[in-house]
């Protein structure tokens, strides 16, 4: 079958630097995605990797290991608004396959 | 359009009952894919479309689950006798080609089923 494991749930405080995991074990594996969802609203894209290494975009950066079937999402400068749920998201054939999402709580 | 558009934003209906859900994604995306999404969980895939053809529906739970894309455009969820289980909010995300890296979602569905 197809899986993506990440942490539940992360607690961090406003202005700090968080990391939510995602280990992956899917078929057809062209990339790792990652997407940020509030409560009640739509996910929306925040990266993609789909070679090894670190991918920078702003605060938010993201990594991907092939071999070890590993990626992550690193959050820095936390601001209250990053509270939310983080999903990774594996690209395998064409189409996107969801981790059970990572509940970021950022308090003062 | 601008995004992706979804109606209706709520439907509550009753077990049994026959339900269609729309999605109009954004003008120009050739891919075109619907998820099933419940409280806690993350997205759960239920069919791609390339152009007009459902390119991938494996994740259809069974065969009271069809969706359509005559046009290329435009695409609707059927879901025939429906049961308490399908309540969930159905996303709809499209994209400007194979390779699904970013999708872009609606807003979604919320469907009951009482």
């Known amino acids: 079958g197809q899986s993506l494991e990440q942490p539940s749930e992360v607690t961090a405080v406003e202005g700090a630097i968080v990391q939510i995991n995602c280990t992956y074990q899917?078929?057809?594996?062209?990339?790792l995605s990652w997407y940020q969802q509030h409560d009640g609203g739509a996910p929306t894209f925040l990266s993609y990797?789909?070679?090894?290494g670190l991918e920078e975009t702003g605060r938010f950066s993201s990594f991907l290991s092939r071999s070890d079937s590993y990626g992550y999402l690193l959050l820095q400068e936390l601001q209250m608004k990053d509270s939310a749920s983080y999903f990774c998201?594996?690209?395998?054939?064409?189409?996107?396959?969801f981790g059970s999402g990572t509940r970021l709580l950022v308090r003062p | 359009g601008a995004g992706v558009s979804q109606t209706p934003s709520n439907k509550v209906t009753e077990k049994g009952k026959y339900v269609e859900l729309r999605c109009d994604p954004i003008?120009?995306?050739?891919?075109l894919y619907w998820y099933r999404q419940s409280l806690g969980q993350g997205p759960e895939f239920l069919i791609y479309?390339?152009?007009?053809?459902?390119?991938?529906d494996s994740g259809l739970p069974n065969d009271r689950f069809f969706a359509v894309r005559p046009e290329g455009s435009v695409s609707t969820l059927k879901i025939q006798r429906t049961e308490r289980g399908d309540s969930a909010v159905y996303l709809c995300a499209s994209s400007s080609g194979p390779g699904a890296g970013e999708l872009f979602f609606g807003e979604g569905s919320r469907l009951t089923v009482l």
């Open positions: 479309f390339q152009g007009t053809g459902a390119a991938d």
């Open positions: 990797n789909a070679l090894d």
């Open positions: 003008s120009g995306h050739t891919a």
């Open positions: 899917t078929s057809g594996f062209y990339g």
């Open positions: 998201a594996s690209d395998s054939s064409y189409k996107l396959i």
